[in-house]
């Protein structure tokens, strides 16, 4: 879907169906809207007045303009009470507004912008707005025949304006959105895709592709070289698989003077059987989604290198299968990761903690201000905080700080779990360093006592996206399925970073 800003006036907008935002306690004092609602004899008031209409959020109602004016239908779209209206319910809005018009069979809208009082900065509404749209539109169709009467295409959303002066900052607001729903969507796409379509070989393929195309650099290591790094963590998980590991290295401006260099880690497990220690076959279909950390680090990486932010960017993405098999990795071996640190494999699930382990270890070699690692890596982080938040944890105050910050700008919300030295009794091991696992309680925990042992060269954050990565129902903007989780949030903390003055020692 296209989104077009332009300006031009509300009764000869030509449109099938104009839109209209609305607030819960709106009066209709606002001209484009007071103007077409007396050219249709007071319909709009009426409908209000009578509550008929309430308008809360993404509430919405169809009415004919019987030729009064030049669009053929209007639609109100509320947005709830004006006091309470955030970003994310503009997303809402936004995204409600476009899969209602795509379901009516409307290719081309037009929504009328200077209607609303709007109560946040121009370019923060309208990247909500754009993100909002787009992503509500997204839908997994590579596998399904689509009969041609269903196949129904919003193709463009015009925001109307009266006024020439906003269109600048507009049209700036609604790219970034645009970018960041296309990057969302790719990830989405990566995640949803069945695991014999995606194999840690076609994610490098894709690695490449992109750093191609958005003119960064890619390096993906193979067996022989994880080896000779000694990188036992990831080929100890692949171990199990017919399928090759692969370690994918995306850098964006590898070349940049004097910025700060962030390091991104994203678990890619293309598909989570439990290994030796198999899962139970409920739901095991999902762990096709083990690999939404890399997911998500590949897609924020997209729109950066599209934003064009100064920094450095780097992505790591360990890439396996963590199958069972004649030459699978058992409970009670112990690997050794590249760091020379031991580790006693108490359980063949607990795997993504071993991946990441060497990919924290070859993060320092870019001497990182930041390190910041995305896992579906528990699920005791599901039971602890639900789906709707995302576990952090982490050694370094100003930078959870940061990611904090970002998570409620992008609304992908994260909450600290604490990473407190009792906890690292619980992952002793008697003939290893360190063993695979902490014991049935705080496992989300645990598991980041584990990681935290190979991040002690840097500010370094772990965020534990298990719950938030799958979405098992639609909302407004999300489709039953991958959410993209983690993308906006990368996207977010990296615009933000220059605007924080300290300085990360090593
Ligand atoms: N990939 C899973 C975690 C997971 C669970 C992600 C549910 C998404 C939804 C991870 O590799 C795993 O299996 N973890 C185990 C660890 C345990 C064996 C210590 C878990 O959480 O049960
Ligand atoms: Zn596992
Ligand atoms: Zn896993």
Redo the contacts with the bound molecule.
């Keep these: 879907m296209k989104i077009n800003v332009k300006v031009g006036t509300v009764e000869k907008e030509a449109a099938e169906i104009l839109v209209f935002h609305v607030f819960e306690d709106m009066k209709i004092t606002n001209e484009s809207l007071a103007r077409c609602n007396k050219a249709l004899h007071n319909s709009i008031s009426e409908l209000i007045k009578k509550k008929e209409f309430i308008a809360r959020l993404s509430k919405t109602i169809v009415l004919p303009t019987y030729g009064k004016i030049s669009a053929k239908r209007i639609m109100l779209v509320g947005l709830g009470k004006k006091k309470d209206v955030t970003l994310d319910k503009i997303r809402q809005a936004a995204g409600t507004t476009a899969s209602i018009l795509r379901d009516m069979g409307i290719s081309e809208s037009t929504c009328v912008m200077d209607s609303i009082d709007i109560t946040a900065p121009l370019s923060e509404w309208f990247q909500a707005y754009a993100e909002g749209a787009r992503l509500a539109l997204y839908k997994f169709q590579r596998y399904k025949y689509i009969p041609p009467e269903e196949r129904h295409e919003l193709k463009v959303l015009n925001l109307l304006f009266s006024q020439k002066d906003v269109l600048t900052t507009v049209r700036v607001a609604v790219t970034c959105g645009e970018i960041i729903a296309d990057a969302v969507s790719f990830t989405r796409d990566l995640i949803n895709t069945p695991s014999r379509d995606k194999t840690p070989a076609i994610l490098a393929d894709y690695a490449v592709k992109m750093a191609k195309e958005y003119s960064m650099q890619c390096k993906v290591m193979s067996l022989p070289e994880l080896k000779k790094l000694g990188m036992g963590g990831l080929l100890g998980v692949a171990q199990g698989s017919v399928q090759p590991p692969k370690f994918i290295i995306l850098d964006y401006n590898a070349r940049a003077k004097n910025q700060d260099t962030l390091v991104f880690i994203g678990k890619g497990?293309t598909f989570?059987s439990?290994g030796i220690?198999l899962?139970q076959a409920k739901d095991m279909d999902?762990?096709k989604?083990?690999m939404s950390g890399a997911a998500a680090v590949m897609g924020a990486i997209m729109a950066l290198s599209k934003m064009k932010v100064p920094q450095r960017i780097i992505g790591l993405m360990p890439c396996t299968e963590?199958m069972p098999g004649g030459s699978a990795m058992k409970p009670g071996d112990i690997i050794k990761f590249s760091s020379g640190k031991t580790a006693e494999i108490a359980?063949t699930?607990?795997?993504?903690r071993l991946i990441l382990a060497d990919a924290l270890v070859y993060a320092e070699n870019y001497r990182p201000q930041a390190v910041i690692d995305l896992a579906?890596?528990?699920?005791?982080c599901?039971v602890a905080l639900g789906t709707v938040v995302t576990g952090m944890m982490g050694n370094n105050e100003a930078l959870k700080k940061r990611v904090q910050i970002a998570g409620e700008k992008s609304w992908e919300r994260v909450w600290e779990l604490p990473l407190w030295e009792e906890y690292q009794e619980q992952i002793k091991s008697d003939i290893a360093d360190i063993k695979n696992?902490g014991g049935p309680h705080g496992?989300a925990i645990t598991?980041a006592c584990f990681l935290s042992k190979f991040a002690e060269k840097y500010p370094w954050v772990h965020l534990d996206i298990?719950?938030t990565?799958?979405c098992e129902k639609g909302g407004a903007y999300t489709q039953k399925g991958a959410s993209g989780v983690g993308v906006r949030l990368l996207v977010q903390l990296v615009r933000n970073w220059a605007k924080f003055p300290e300085k990360h020692s090593l």
Aim: aromatic share 4%.
């Design positions: 497990i989570d439990g220690c899962k999902l762990m989604s083990d963590n359980n699930d607990a795997e993504g579906t890596l528990t699920g005791s599901v696992v496992g598991a298990a719950g990565a799958w």
